[in-house]
């Protein structure tokens, strides 16, 4: 399928929804400094900035003069220290998820935000924006990966068997972390992804999504890759073998990122990704809220 192609496209309607599952890491190594937007922050920050800029953009893509229409359920788990927790007010009552009438009425603060764009004579125009902060960042002792991906296949599997014959766009679960898992070696992870992405809905199978966040090295990030292309790093050989391959759906969208133009053994993976790459990574990703009916 291409999104060249309506006829074959998927749609998400509201009686066809579809399900985002965010996992971020909190560990405590997120909490070293970067420079993202011209501001001095941690990593845990700006990923929690990105991520509620595009929760955002997802009720955006929902509401319509009589509300938000429920075509996502929504969950969000951070992973830090030794436990996996919902970071969505009130989505533990709800089997983990919010809708977006649920998601634009949780009771978190508004923060402001300075946002800079680049008009096409080069000069930078910078603005005071506004946006919801659902997500705030934490960073805390060790990385249980294995316990967020077991929780995001817990949340993931009973959703799916309540809708079977019911799903607009496969569910797409996407992990983002900056190191390795303190609680699995390879081969755990490796049979728990395979699980994640056996479960299935009448739409196709559920996508795993992993990025990889910069440690600060100039060792240069590689995005969508075959196995071919990827450096000579174990970590970035597993994340490869974790996750899905990438749909036709999504050749359009990488190719305009990567330039490439043949996708067969390409997967939905980043490895030593930028804060630019990551908000690249979460746009094709989240192609679906551009198929709303």
Not at 89 to 117: D, I, K, Q
Not at 134 to 155: C, E, F, N, V
Not at 162 to 170: E, K, L, N, R, W
Not at 265 to 282: A, H, W
């Amino acid at each position: 399928m291409t999104r060249n192609d309506p006829s074959r496209t998927p749609r998400v309607t509201r009686n066809r929804p579809s399900v985002f599952v965010f996992l971020i890491d909190q560990s405590g190594s997120m909490e070293e400094k970067i420079t993202f937007n011209d501001e001095t922050l941690s990593k845990s920050a700006a990923v929690a900035s990105i991520v509620n800029g595009l929760l955002g953009e997802i009720l955006h893509r929902c509401k319509r003069e009589e509300g938000y229409r429920h075509y996502f359920d929504v969950a969000v788990f951070g992973y830090g220290g030794n436990e996996v927790r919902s970071l969505l007010p009130g989505a533990e009552e709800h089997g983990g998820f919010l809708t977006p009438a649920e998601l634009a009425a949780a009771p978190v603060e508004t923060v402001r935000y300075f946002r800079e764009r680049v008009l096409t004579d080069g000069r930078r125009l910078t603005s005071v924006a506004e946006q919801k902060a659902w997500i705030t960042p934490r960073h805390i002792g060790k990385t249980p990966m294995y316990a967020a991906l077991a929780k995001a296949h817990d949340t993931v599997h009973e959703w799916v068997r309540d809708h079977t014959d019911q799903c607009g766009f496969p569910p797409i679960v996407i992990n983002i972390s900056d190191g390795e898992a303190t609680d699995a070696g390879e081969e755990e992870l490796a049979v728990l992804a395979e699980r994640i992405r056996g479960l299935s809905t009448d739409c196709g199978p559920v996508m795993l999504v992993n990025i990889h966040l910069s440690p600060g090295s100039d060792e240069l990030g590689v995005m969508f890759p075959a196995e071919g292309d990827l450096p000579d790093k174990p970590y970035a050989r597993l994340l490869f073998r974790l996750s899905s391959a990438v749909p036709a759906i999504f050749y359009g969208e990488v190719a305009a990122i990567t330039g490439r133009r043949e996708f067969g053994q390409s997967r939905l993976v980043s490895y030593n990704s930028t804060m630019t790459d990551l908000i690249g990574m979460l746009s094709i990703g989240t192609v679906s809220i551009n198929l709303l009916d």
